[in-house]
């Protein structure tokens, strides 16, 4: 049996990886969670997964939900970064899911590889941020780092049982997200309930937002780089309105290998827990008959600046990606909060990528410091922002 700790147990990753565990209790069990603070389904996913640990964002929720849950169940309740990096190097367990969303899930992932667990990773900053460094250490300590984003799990099946030499392109797929029919005049308009309808996917605010001004797939392609060992220009992007191609690979002879499924993510989750193996009844068969028509078409990098200043940002290196990375969390927040407009999400990023004096990083802490660089300049860009547009 394969014992699981999740960072992020009550997001959308983490509410699916506990549905495959619960669908497989002889292969898993979640020995510890780690949550922010929706206190009522962490409080569900104790009582019927019964985790020796959890952890909470801050103590006033850890007293709360220790109140509330059952004190014969035995389950220690942690709280804070300090929590969560307890959960993440975890003694008993033996894989790490890493889905805490953004910036906040690179120093637990680290602190996962650095015990020696290996990683079912959702959490793309990891990559984007330090992916240089994070892989390095996962050599060292000998450990897997297994993707858990769709994109990135059919890529990883797609090279299986195929020498890395023998490479050419990797072709990411992208739904082209709410607006691959909105004009780019009327994305001005756009608003946080047009841009949280996703057509496909149904996922945590912040990453939906990332897929409609697309730059969610410009990220996968810098995490692609580091996870396939990939140079940026041999990543492209494809827009696939049905989501059914999961993501290609091509081959110098021509050949392109395709993975495809239903858009359902306990799918890649339930591959990660499960690799090398494969375990049935995760999702839904995919019924070719039923799914039509497949359409491919080129994304428009024009409309999505996003696109453009990710692959910018890949190219450069060094601590650039933090600083796209953590710019585009803050605008997203600023947007989600009705402080900003939705074409103004890429001006704040071009502009703190314009601004950033980039830097070759030696350790995590160069990362966090680009990381906390860029916040407070975005922040910065957001307060100088006429009052018109925000």
Not at 127 to 140: D, H, L, P, Q, S
Not at 324 to 352: H, P, Q
Request: hydrophobic share 45%; proline share 4%; net charge neutral.
């Amino acid at each position: 049996m394969k014992k699981i700790s999740i960072l992020g147990s009550t997001g959308s990753i983490g509410v699916n990886a506990l549905e495959v565990i619960a669908s497989h209790p002889r292969d898993f069990k979640a020995v510890a969670l780690a949550a922010g603070s929706n206190i009522q389904v962490l409080k569900n996913q104790i009582e019927r997964f019964r985790p020796r640990v959890v952890a909470v964002v801050n103590e006033e929720i850890a007293r709360a939900i220790s109140e509330m849950i059952d004190r014969t169940l035995g389950t220690k309740v942690l709280w804070g970064s300090e929590g969560y990096r307890e959960i993440a190097a975890l003694k008993e367990a033996d894989m790490v899911v890493s889905a805490i969303v953004g910036a906040a899930g690179l120093l637990p992932t680290v602190d996962a590889i650095e015990s020696g667990k290996h990683i079912a990773l959702a959490n793309k900053e990891t990559m984007v941020m330090a992916g240089e460094i994070v892989v390095r250490k996962a050599a060292e300590k000998g450990i897997r780092i297994l993707p858990v984003d769709s994109e990135h799990s059919a890529v990883f099946q797609c090279l299986e049982g195929h020498g890395r030499k023998y490479l050419k392109r990797i072709i990411l797929t992208a739904s082209g997200g709410p607006f691959l029919q909105v004009s780019r005049n009327d994305l001005k308009n756009v608003t946080v309930a047009d841009a949280l309808r996703h057509p496909n996917w149904k996922m945590g605010r912040k990453i939906t937002v990332d897929s409609a001004t697309m730059i969610n797939k410009g990220l996968e392609v810098i995490e692609a780089k580091w996870f396939f060992g990939a140079r940026i220009d041999e990543i492209d992007i494809v827009i696939h309105p049905q989501s059914i191609v999961h993501s290609m690979v091509e081959y110098v002879d021509g050949s392109v290998i395709a993975q495809m499924g239903v858009p359902d993510m306990k799918g890649p989750i339930a591959y990660a827990l499960s690799y090398p193996d494969r375990i049935s009844g995760s999702m839904e068969k995919l019924d070719l008959l039923k799914t039509g028509r497949l359409e491919f078409l080129a994304p428009d990098i024009e409309k999505f600046p996003g696109l453009r200043l990710a692959y910018e940002a890949g190219r450069e290196g060094g601590t650039k990606p933090a600083v796209l990375n953590a710019s585009n969390e803050v605008a997203v927040g600023s947007f989600i909060a009705g402080k900003i407009g939705f074409t103004d999400i890429a001006d704040v990023i071009e502009r703190c990528m314009n601004a950033y004096r980039n830097v070759q990083p030696s350790s995590i802490k160069d990362i966090l410091d680009a990381d906390r660089w860029a916040r407070n300049k975005a922040e910065e860009i957001i307060r100088d922002m006429p009052n018109d547009r925000n």
